[in-house]
């Protein structure tokens, strides 16, 4: 249920989900076990943010000083420009602050920055972020948000479910380091899969029910076991259709995945008692796999495997050579597999190192 909910904001054009603080932290907290240094000295860009409502700009700010962050720069989205209107209410926030504009804050965007103790308490943290309307509505095309990505090291969000094409290649064409969150979906789309296979792009720790839900406004409605409020009253929605997109170092992508001989598999493997394998596809020179804990060790030539795969994948251990996920054609897609005349779910091509 909660995958139809999603798509169906994505048809809509409702972005307004909000990512975990937890879910945050998990997945940073990784790429500092692997290099703690990380953000060490960088400026941090938190694009299609909304720091009032968002948990990105709250965990950066908070962590500020551990991290070694040089500057931290949040952007938000007007709300007229939004295309899926939930109504607006100005927050006491902004309300309260000397430079609240009744005339700029449904119309253009806002603009978050930390880079020094401005409390003067003694260190830096969510209490000294400054803020103030940009020029323009913080739609991330927009020259004034350009010159912050161009500004930035690293940048981090939950983009805009709608336009996570367009928010990649924003992010790809800057040469920047980046992790973001996007549909699993995403996996299939001919631009990201070529970042992949190129070993440009990987998936982060993990993708499923790893992401444990998204905050939604109080507009949105709650149903099926999926949905639930917490003890702080958010709305909240879980999915098992999300991942983290990265270009960042991160151990678990270098754990080997332990694998049996192609005899052992037939012997032991219980997935495949239900499920055959190793047959041949029609349209394509390389074996079916289904699991990929039934990948043979012993097996020298092209596998087709689940496109889960990814979150298994260790670059140092297998080569990837394609997928077969769309009838469309291109360097690295061959088009859906079949095995003696029946189409099967989406594969990615691999072979051992």
């Given amino acids: 249920m909660a995958i139809n909910n999603l798509a169906q904001a994505k048809k809509a054009k409702n972005d307004e989900f909000y990512t975990l603080y937890s879910d945050i932290q998990k997945e940073i907290q990784a790429y500092l076990d692997y290099n703690p240094n990380v953000f060490k000295g960088k400026t941090v860009l938190l694009p299609c943010d909304d720091p009032e409502w968002s948990n990105f700009t709250k965990f950066f700010a908070q962590n500020f000083e551990r991290f070694g962050i040089k500057k931290l720069i949040s952007t938000s989205y007007a709300p007229n420009s939004k295309p899926y209107q ?12 000397p430079q609240y504009d009744s005339s700029k804050t449904e119309s253009q965007g806002k603009i978050f920055t930390l880079e020094k103790d401005v409390t003067e308490d003694g260190r830096i943290d969510v209490e000294d972020l400054e803020w103030n309307y940009l020029e323009g509505d913080g739609d991330f095309r927009s020259e004034e948000v350009i010159r912050l990505r161009d500004e930035a090291d690293i940048i981090i969000t939950n983009p805009p479910f709608s336009l996570f094409r367009d928010f990649l290649q924003w992010i790809i064409e800057a040469d920047k380091q980046f992790a973001i969150i996007g549909n699993i979906n995403a996996i299939a789309y001919q631009e ?41 009253g958010n709305r909240i929605v879980a999915t098992n259709n999300c991942l983290w997109l990265t270009n960042i170092e991160h151990g678990k992508r270098y754990q080997p995945l332990k694998l049996m001989s192609l005899e052992d598999n037939n012997r032991f493997n219980k997935k495949l008692k ?51 996920a769309t009838t469309k054609i291109s360097e690295y897609n061959f088009g859906y597999p079949f095995v003696n005349g029946k189409k099967i779910y989406a594969r990615i091509l691999i072979k051992q190192k």
């Fill in 192 to 232: 990201v899969f070529a970042l992949i296979a190129q070993n440009k792009i990987w998936l982060g720790t993990g993708m499923g029910r790893w992401i444990s839900g998204f905050i939604v406004p109080d507009t949105y409605e709650l149903y099926g076991t999926e949905a639930r409020i917490d003890n702080e």
């Fill in 274 to 324: 239900k499920k055959p394998a190793y047959e041949k596809y029609d349209n394509y020179d390389a074996i079916e796999v289904p699991f990929t804990d039934a990948i043979p060790s012993d097996f020298d030539g092209t596998m087709g495997v689940p496109i889960t795969f990814l979150d298994k994948y260790n670059p140092n251990q297998f080569e990837i050579i394609g997928i077969m």
């Fill in 86 to 97: 939930l109504g607006y209410q100005v927050t006491l926030f902004e309300e309260s602050a």
